[in-house]
């Protein structure tokens, strides 16, 4: 199989180009629809992917990604799936291994105008505009890694660079390898499904919590995945880019409604004030998370945290007592930690108790993520996203640290390309990823999944094993300036195209 090493290497480098102006266009889509008054000021973000993702299967369709059109689809949540497959190779569908790529193809808003006056020369969809304009000093304190100046041209800026549409890019162009590479056994024995997920930054896994509880129940072998790989960035600013992540903590968000009695500001007395006792809640939660009280830690997912992250406040103006205060923490959960101890340490916080017992209203629970899709799907779920674990002996992994070794290290140890590796770093997620909707009941959820697919379970729960390959450093997410490192890119399209054949090889 070396000679399929070095292939996919080679097509890997050939479709860098195109990868790259692929890349570009999917970020800069956006910019097309925010502005006029029949546009769209949330292009691209959770709920309003549709012209990213009509370019992404229009592309899809012209560069041979998928043998016939109608191997690619949007699904009724609004996610963008195709497929590929050798259907030459002589094994039943049923009988082929079944590999998921996943990535989200949604992001978070852009804060245009200070990615234009902080950095001089960029444009959060335009990407690098004035080079002679860019503060690469500002750049290189508000974000984790960057190369020295003299290998910025292999950067990629632009809202979605690391955060992901690299990688549903990578997707696009490994299928087209894996289809270019097939009469030599690029896919012999799989399935390759990739999906470009929705509304991940919003409701983190719910297009595959859509396809799991929609899709799978009652579906035959060939349906049901043997691994996912998902394609969030996988690149830490100290530690090297592109690991093999094989975990992440849960995540879930608390919200906490303050309801007091509003009154004229002249009057205090008159009213009960939600947000100065709202305040308070803050204030001991904090105390609460800086004390360590009623949070875990696990060597290898790391600690839960929590923070104050969204906030509304009911007012008649800003010279009364507020009617209601709202605000929510995003609670991250690592291994021992439930959803109801998280709700009921806010609940048991003295300034709760105080609230109630002086007249409010407080009430603590956890939201449901009910804003439809762009497709009109409405999902409907609580916002509670489980953390999961792939152990590293398990043949996914094992197979996933062969195809580094074999396709990706000599060319990484040859190049000592930016900031990459050549031995495989298999590692953790900080931030959460689509990998938390894959989780399901065994008992009620419908899939009749083979003892042969070994799927992992953690009492009630099994879902699919799972790791990450991914370009984007986590660190330069969600920033001004977001960028990629496009050698990243090339080798993150190396390894999906080239994993496939080494996991349906594996015993």
Known sequence: MEALDSRVAALAARDSGLAAQILAEAIRIPADHIGGPDGDPSCGLSNHEGPRLRYLMKTIIEIRAVDDPADVWFDDFGNLVWQVSDPSDGVPPDERKVIWFDGHSDTVRALRSQWQN???????????????????????????????????????????????????????????????LRDEGALRGVTVRAIASVAEEDNDGGGPMFMMAEQLPGAAPGEIPDVVVLTEGTGDANKGSLGIYRGQRGRMQIEVNVTGRSCHGS?????????????????????????????????????????ASW???DTPSDCAVPERFTFRFDRRLTVGESPEAAVAAITGLPAVSKARADGLQVDVGVPTYAKPTWRGYTPGNPAIYPGWETPAEHPAITAAVSTWQN?????????????????????????????????????????????????????????????????????????????????????????????????????
């Open 118 to 180: 902080k950095t001089g020369g960029l444009d959060a969809y335009d990407g690098l505009v004035d080079p002679e304009k860019l503060d690469r000093s500002f750049l290189r304190q508000e974000l984790g890694w960057l190369p020295p100046d003299d290998q910025w041209h292999h950067l990629l800026f632009g809202r979605g660079s690391a955060d992901q549409l690299g990688g549903v890019v990578a997707q696009v162009v490994a299928t087209r390898i894996l289809l270019a």
């Open 267 to 307: 009057m205090p007395w008159e009213g009960l004030n939600p947000l100065e006792y709202g305040a308070a809640i803050l204030v001991e939660a904090r105390q609460q998370f800086d004390a360590g009280e009623s949070f875990k830690d696990h060597a290898f997912l790391g600690a839960g945290t929590r923070t």
């Open 311 to 313: 906030a509304q406040l």
């Open 407 to 507: 396709a990706l290290s000599p060319e990484i140890r040859e190049n000592r390309d930016g900031n990459l590796r050549p031995d495989p770093r298999v590692d953790r997620w900080i931030f959460s990823t689509d990998g938390v909707g894959f989780a399901v009941d065994k008992h009620t959820s419908g899939i009749d999944v083979p003892e042969s697919k070994r799927w992992l379970s953690v009492g009630d729960i099994t879902y699919p094993p799972m790791f990450g390959v991914g370009p984007g450093i986590e660190q330069n997410t969600h920033k001004i300036g977001e960028c990629v490192d496009l050698r990243e890119l090339r080798h993150a399209i190396a390894f999906l195209a080239r994993f496939p054949s080494v996991f349906g090889a594996a015993k």
